[in-house]
């Protein structure tokens, strides 16, 4: 059955391709919408991502949309346009503290030091993610959450923004594990900052990302390549662990060309079960 799918990314192949997301993030919802699926993306909008090459185009009604974070009451916007060759249509949603100012390696400075609020900036895109939904005029059934960088999303989403207005109703949330690495890590004072609750059970100074949104997502899925299973030891960890039912694991290969077909077809499954 066609659903709406609202994808978050932030890497997405031609505009930025850190890891091997951005690739997986031009060919997947392009795979999803073939099946039917009325599918829609989002991801930051960089200072080096050309407006003009890309056609990025002005939408009036994304234009200086209020919002609050951590205490300030600020304002977000966004610009359309499509993934090349598609008709997959992409928000970049503009900031000219968190995301303008950004290279090309994104997650790090040029020098390759992993950014220190690279937590307090997804933070941000996940709070004007989620406060920008309304004036797309467009209501998503599903919220499929990719890495690392949108995993503040279901836990935001479920404390502050579910059944808001009808905008926000009787929507799911999806995890999407791509990797383990050292930016799933975040301190503890930045969910504090972007008010996403963190369960009881979770310790620490660090908590992992993936931990904290396993409590609030309605389902995870995990992918596995040969040369990196990374299921076992996510599986481990407390909240993944604690919350392992609503856990698929999907196993696709390390070729060069992956069968994006396929991995969009496994995907549907898992988000076929989302409706039952």
Known sequence: ???????????????????????????VPFALQEKGHDIRTIIPKYGYVSERKY???????????PLQFDGEEISASAKSAFIPKTRVQVYFLEDDFWFKPLTNLVYKS???????DNGERYGFFAKAVLSTLPHLFWAPDIFICNGWQSAMVPGMFKKHFEGINEFYE?????MVIHDLNEYSKVSRADFKKAEVPIDSSLKGKMLSVYDVAAFEADAIIIFDKPSSIISKKLLKQPGLKANKKKISVIQWSDDEL???????????????????
């Open 1 to 27: 059955m066609p659903k709406k799918l609202y994808y978050l990314t932030t890497e997405i192949t031609p505009f930025a391709n850190v890891s091997g997301l951005g690739e997986f993030s031009a060919k």
């Open 258 to 276: 992956p069968d994006y077909s396929t991995i969009a077809k496994k995907m549907d499954k898992v988000l076929e079960k989302l409706s039952h």
């Open 110 to 116: 040029k020098n390759g030091r992993v950014l220190a």
């Open 170 to 174: 009787n929507i799911k949330t999806v």
């Open 55 to 65: 056609i990025l185009r002005e939408v009036i009604r994304l234009r200086d949309i």
